[in-house]
């Protein structure tokens, strides 16, 4: 630091002079008083031991200032991009989207001037957060919605020290678009998404630490297990299959299908993919299917290829992962009748869409639909009672276990872990409550007898 310079010819004549490294910086001032203030400031930020940048001559302090802040949805981007090209299938970029989307709709300085929500969330999660070079061109409207956020966005460094931020980015990630409470297991994942990309911004020196488990809050409980009542047992299920043969064409087509999902215990984007060449269907007796992938629908802006189905690998198994399950003789004689009328794709595949494309996941529900109308009770109807066609499935595996199967062998059969079987699956089957009473009321019954001598 120097001393201050006068330069009357000049209409600043007070100079405050200091150097940095081997660069030499100056300001001029009006006034004394004003010139000895600015280099006090210099001083004591050099008393503090702050670094000075050698280009600017400023202080630390004083240079991040004067650079423009990252935000948090500056941030969001560069995270979504990052786990983009990571990402294991394109319903899990979706599920990645439309939390950053919910979060970040609420992390902004005020909601003057906002765009309507669904407006603002379809940009965020179509064009915001996705990286597809399949996705159209935004809208005007979009465009608008997206540059609106942009200058209204909080600084992530306020996220560290501002915990009604973080509240109420929790409080967003908990409420649909239409202020109704979001399901469980989409809160649980959206907060998975926000502390996610938390650390990410800790891992790249953004935060010193991650503000979110030291606000006390907790994710709502979740009912693990199924509940009974809504869940066919054997004559139901056989019922609700044989119902969908009746709908017509479309329905004699799909009846092997939902067979699949209760005598296999498929996932019904385990036996959209399944091929002719996946099936041992023997004339008589039990056969097996060969279950090495699904397809999912999840929309061309999310898959690598643009397509609208995504061709994936067994649920929480690597990709080359096979899983055979043994079929009885009732889903045998189901698909060789199958086959035999309808043939299969080009690729093998057994079911196909109305047009001859890949099933879709809105046309099969519809068929289940009009199959209960035709096998259930007026009350059972307007009930979940077997309400969507995955009721199958739980139907399925729950006899298995009710039948005896051992664990062991209904979790691979199911491609489940036994722990996880158990959590969700081991339940009381519709109609099962009966024998369960049986067996303890002949116990109470023998316990009397022995204690009266009878």
Known sequence: MYEIRVRPQYPKPYQVRWKVGDKPHARSFTTKTLADGRRSQLMAAARRGEQFDTETGLPKSELAALQPQLTWFDHAK???????????????????????????????????GAPAPAVLRRALTGYAFNFSEHKTPASDGLTAALAWLSGKALPLASLEDDSGAIRAALKALSTRLDGGRAAPSTITNRRTVFNNALRYAVERKRLTAN????????????????????????????????AVGTLGRRGEHLQAFFGCGYYAATRPAEAMNLKEGDCTLPEAGWGTVLLSGSSSRVGSAWTNDGKSHEERGLKRRARTSVRDVPIPPELVKLLRAHIDRYGVASDGRLFRAAEGGVLTSKEYPEVWKEARKVALTKEQIASPFAEVPYCLRKAGISFWLASGVDPTEAARRAGHSVAVLYKFYAKVLDGQRDQANALIERAMRAADQQATGT
């Open 78 to 112: 560069e995270y979504a991009e990052m786990k983009w090209s990571e990402a294991a299938s394109a319903k899990g970029r979706a599920t990645r989207a439309d939390a950053l989307a919910a979060i970040t709709a609420a992390l902004v300085k005020d909601s003057k």
């Open 211 to 242: 503000p979110l488990p030291s606000v006390d809050w907790s994710p709502p409980p979740t009912d693990d297990e199924i509940d009974w009542r809504y869940v066919p047992n054997p004559q139901q299920a056989k019922a609700l299959i044989n």
